[in-house]
Nanobody, 123 residues
Framework: VQLQASGGGLVQAGGSLRLSCATS????????TGWFRQAPGKEREFVAA????????YYSNSVKGRFTISRDNGKNTVYLQMNSLKPEDTAVYYC?????????????????WGQGTKVTVSS
């Protein structure tokens, strides 16, 4: 399974971006797809996750109400719509496939990772 993240860029605070995570195929062991981010000098942190059917989603407290995760299984793509962006959202964003149990927030649950896409929010 290969994942390709895209959509990052430079945006002003308060702006929006939509990230995409295209997968080559569905892994039978990957129940969820998650987004994580890593800022310089910080550990990788959970952002959001969606289960395969798209019916259940999970968010970190820091992005809840601003970010929306969704998936289009016909296109094998998971999206992360990011609104009301803040400078503290600046990071490299990674998508991953895997998942053991809700809220699917532990990076160790994920078997497959994309290469990351950089998001920079200017103040």
């Amino acid at each position: 399974v290969q994942l390709q993240a895209s959509g990052g860029g430079l945006v002003q605070a308060g702006g929006s971006l939509r990230l995409s995570c295209a997968t080559s195929e569905r892994s039978t062991t990957s129940y969820a797809t998650g987004w994580f981010r890593q800022a310089p000098g910080k550990e990788r942190e959970f952002v959001a996750a969606v289960i395969w059917s798209g019916t259940l989603t999970y968010y970190s407290n820091s992005v809840k109400g601003r970010f929306t995760i969704s998936r289009d299984n016909g296109k094998n793509t998971v999206y992360l719509q990011m609104n009301s962006l803040k400078p503290e959202d600046t990071a490299v964003y990674y998508c991953a496939a895997g998942g053991w149990a809700p809220p699917y927030s532990d990076p160790r649950e994920y078997d497959y990772w994309g290469q990351g896409t950089k998001v920079t929010v200017s103040s």
